[in-house]
């Protein structure tokens, strides 16, 4: 055992130098992004007709090799504008900043968006025949079959809605997406939040922009008004941007929302899932967050409480809150922090050892407790989480103080995660 313990704190050392020696943000943003505009054929279950998808695919350099990171976006967005918005596009791209950490991103619009893929007149686009569609762009882009891209990985990254789909493909197609990230959906919803939503929300066809629409019949978006669209944000954000997303909103089905609804209410839709999952909210999203009802996202131990009863004990399930931020993540002050933590989290649990995934964790957990110093030095046994921090800037010292006491803690079986078991191979 001493020899074990012995190899994983020099494992952490490495870990940390490698950290301190990083390149600072700025060199990062340096680097050039190539974006390829997506086009690719689907079909949806019980409807003989074909349509295609379309989107962008942003990466630096070559492909080859790389993690493909595919998002999926939300009620009344299209992925192509919430993950790539126009409005200070350096500060809140998605696609740009996840190339920039060495990902292929690839965001397509979903069919009925709005957005660039066909927009059908169908009752068929329910919530389960979009979560077939996203099944039908990860299997291309494994065989390679979307601009000659090829990955042996693929990461879901979906936002409200769209997290939603991101699980239940997780469940439905095990094979499909080596992780999962959610943000902004959480199993239990406020019922203050989902009555405010449902207050704004009305027919596509009775706002200015989707009135002359002729596929819109049986789809619904928020009623016009920059006023309507703050539900999305609180916490610390730009009022410019509230503004620029009223004018660039999207669409959903009925049938979506009708199914998701019902889907949300289905205890075991996750408990098969074996990928690790990165579940993430904003501390302020009034749509899943509200105190007075029970429901808190102050923490990352907050969100751990809420949400890993609904996973197996198969998946490596990670909580993430995020500090002064709402609905809409992306499009917050805090955007590239989250993205930031994003990108950090994919990394650890694809590196090719699955087994790296609890103590990657923990070196990361060590660290936002360091950079936060705490008065009191908690074990991680007693927070079950780390305390969002957002970026790892520390010193080597206090880190390895806060270390000792949690490796010991972890080592001696009380490490409530993923099992302390993978610490010990």
């Not at 990985?153 to 939603?164: E, F, M, P, R, T």
């Not at 929302?257 to 302020?284: E, F, H, K």
Request: some cysteine; charged content about 15%.
């Amino acid at each position: 055992m001493k020899i074990a313990l012995r190899q994983v704190m020099v494992a952490f050392v490495a870990t940390v130098a490698v950290l301190s020696l990083a390149a600072p943000a700025s060199a990062c943003q340096s680097q050039n992004v190539r974006c390829d505009a997506i086009s690719t054929t689907v079909s949806i279950p019980d409807d003989t007709s074909s349509y295609t998808v379309q989107g962008k695919a942003c990466y630096t350099g070559s492909t080859r090799g790389k993690t493909a990171v595919v998002m999926v976006c939300g009620f009344s967005y299209t992925s192509s504008w919430y993950f790539d918005p126009t409005y200070q596009n350096d500060q809140y791209s998605q696609v740009k900043a996840m190339a920039r950490k060495g990902f292929v991103s690839v965001a397509y619009d979903q069919l009925g968006t709005g957005g660039l893929s066909d927009n059908p007149a169908t009752a068929n686009l329910s919530l389960l025949n979009q979560v077939e569609v996203l099944h039908q762009v990860v299997t291309q882009l494994k065989a390679g079959q979307i601009n000659r891209m090829a990955f042996n990985k693929v990461v879901v990254v979906g936002h409200s809605l769209g997290g939603q789909e991101a699980m239940i493909l997780a469940s439905l197609y095990p094979s499909d997406a080596s992780a999962i990230v959610s943000v902004g959906y959480l199993r239990v919803a406020s019922a203050t939040g989902g009555a405010a939503l449902g207050a704004i929300r009305t027919q596509a066809v009775n706002t200015d922009r989707w009135a002359s629409a002729s596929w819109v019949g049986n789809s619904w978006t928020t009623a016009d008004g920059v006023s309507n669209r703050t539900l999305f944000y609180s916490g610390s954000y730009d009022q410019a941007m509230i503004t620029a997303d009223e004018a660039n909103k999207g669409v959903a089905s009925y049938y979506t929302l009708l199914q998701a609804q019902y889907l949300r209410l289905n205890a075991g839709l996750t408990s098969s899932v074996t990928a690790p999952v990165l579940d993430m909210t904003g501390d302020s999203d009034i749509l899943g967050c509200n105190v007075s009802e029970g429901l808190d996202c102050s923490s990352d131990a907050a969100v751990v409480a809420r949400e890993q009863q609904y996973f197996g004990s198969s998946s490596c399930f990670t909580g993430a809150s995020i500090a002064n931020t709402g609905h809409d993540a992306n499009l917050h002050y805090s955007a590239q922090s989250l993205f930031e933590r994003q990108a950090e989290w994919i990394n650890d649990v694809t590196s090719g050892d699955y087994s790296l995934c609890a103590y990657l964790s923990l070196v990361r957990q060590w660290c936002w407790l360091c950079h936060q110093q705490h008065s009191q030095h908690l074990t991680y046994a007693n927070q079950n989480a780390p305390q969002n921090a957002g970026r790892f800037l520390l010193t080597k010292a206090s880190c390895f103080k806060q270390m000792s006491k949690q490796f010991r803690a972890c080592h001696h079986g009380r490490f409530g995660q993923c099992g302390a078991r993978n610490l010990r191979k």
